[in-house]
């Protein structure tokens, strides 16, 4: 029925957002490590700012959206 095919697409949908969110910190963080041996310290300074402000985007959006 298209009932039941939209609640279980919902469910997909919620599963692969709920994923994406709590594997992100992982996924981060292993970028990190690759990435971090190649900044200078000045450069490195930068990364929380931006990994802030980053969150703070992506939060927003995900409530907005």
Partial sequence: SARGDAEHAL???IALLAGVVL???FVLYQFWL???PALYSHQKKFAIPFVALTSVGAVD???IG
């Fill in 11 to 13: 469910a997909i949908d």
């Fill in 23 to 25: 594997a992100s910190p």
């Fill in 34 to 36: 690759l990435i971090a």
């Fill in 61 to 63: 959006r995900i409530n």
